[in-house]
């Protein structure tokens, strides 16, 4: 196309008519340039429909390479039994899996692929964790029904974990689909808001022979006194030949084989229960017992309770519960949170094998606390909240742990107050001026918040450099 005449750019940016023959070479020029934008549209648009071939020609080669990689996946190598377990460790232990939820293990699995759902549905141990909430009546029962029975029969005989929530009362058709798979029962969690949930439970009975671990939580109802229309049969559980975990809240006076019990976790809101708990406790090795208090002294039992066993105890109840109980194989009491008085006449025996005492959201006077160290002389690690008369009650003789001769390492918990760095002050400076040798004391460990003092952390550097640990908790990293 040719360049225009010099002349028309004037007379464009003017307001003057054009002569004749101006507005002839317009008219050619025009006619000129409508030819050549014809022409230019006809190879524009055949350009684009080349772009739009090549396009498509490259969608194609793109499928066809996806197609070859995902062929040569490495995933597409690993059998179908290393699969399996590669599924299974994706699945967190802490969790359960809901039924009823699409969007959970291992439903999500089998959505990806058919490969991958025929290797989840025979894998038994994806389907035998289940958690099942039934806090009202759903509209979709059998719908729910189906679910869980499919988890049921695609568990094939792998033992069962379950958690049930029966918080409503009208749940027994879910409750017969789950009695039926009572022999594959390996570790249960119930929570029992009624007696007639309970009674809908009688066909387990003598056919839970897997059950390892147990855990009821009992609706308010359990906590009445007894009616004839609270008496269920309480033996449903009495033949469980492999029952050792047993974590029940509230005590209720069902027929356990308790006897072979290797822990207990329980909680009474009576504290008349207490002694019935440790007698039937007798071969526990681990227990954790609370029980409400509405006053600070329990009377003493008629005979004193004897467990042989235990090796871990915790206590959420009055610490006058130690004074009456036999255990010769203690290695660990805890105590949490207890509050005595000043005038409480509490002791612990001298256990020769106890070795770890923990101390958590307890409040005692000094002289409480003393009492209680002096008679654990055999322990070895103390664990105990940072507060400022136990810390008194520690270094009672200046230079050296006389109510722990053996102890030696030392854990404080809780805030640091004021007070605290005060107490701390003291047990660290007296020892350090009166002992030469390494100190008594291996470690010193810190589960705490709050910021320390410079005189603090300068006594820290001095027992470091003899030879003590110190480790700080997310506090002090560079002690």
Known sequence: MKAPPPWLSAVYRSTTSPTQGQRDTAERGAERAGRSLTLLEAELQAAESYIVHVREARRKVQEHLAQHKTILAPIRRIPSEILAEIFVATIDDTRLCDPLDYDEMPWLLGRVCHSWRMVTESTPKLWSRIRVELKFVSPLATRSCRLIDTFIQRAAQHPLKLEIDFSYHDTHPIINLLTACSPRWEDVSMTLMNVSTWTALSPIRARIPMLRRLSLKLGYIWCLPSSPSLSPSPDH?????????????????????????????????????????????????????SISMNQQHLLPPAVEA????????????????????????????????????????????????????????????????????????????????????????????????????????????GPLSRSSHSALLRLLHSRLKLRQQPPQIESLSFITIGQPTCELQASFSEYAAKGMKIYCGGVWPGI
């Not at 019935?276 to 526990?284: D, E, M, Q, S």
Request: charged share 15%; aromatic share 10%.
């Open 237 to 289: 559980f009495s033949v469980a030949p492999n029952l050792r975990y047993l974590d029940i809240d509230p005590f209720f006076p069902f027929r356990f084989p308790w006897n072979q019990l290797a822990r207990l976790t329980t909680h009474s809101p009576y504290p008349g229960n207490a002694w019935r708990i440790f007698a039937l406790a007798g071969n526990v090795v681990e227990g954790d017992i």
């Open 306 to 413: 004897s467990l042989p066993f235990m090796r871990t105890l915790t206590l959420r109840t009055s610490c006058d519960v130690i004074q009456y109980l036999n255990m010769p194989l203690i290695r660990e009491i805890w105590l949490v949170d207890i509050s005595l008085p000043n005038h409480s006449g509490i002791s612990i025996p001298s256990y020769s094998t106890l070795r770890t005492l923990v101390f958590i959201r307890v409040t005692m006077e000094k002289v409480v606390y003393l009492r209680l160290l002096q008679s654990a002389v055999s322990v070895v690690q103390l664990v105990t909240d940072t507060n400022s008369t136990i810390l008194d009650a520690l270094d009672e003789q200046p230079g050296r742990l006389i109510p722990l001769p053996h102890l030696k390492h030392l854990v404080l918990h």
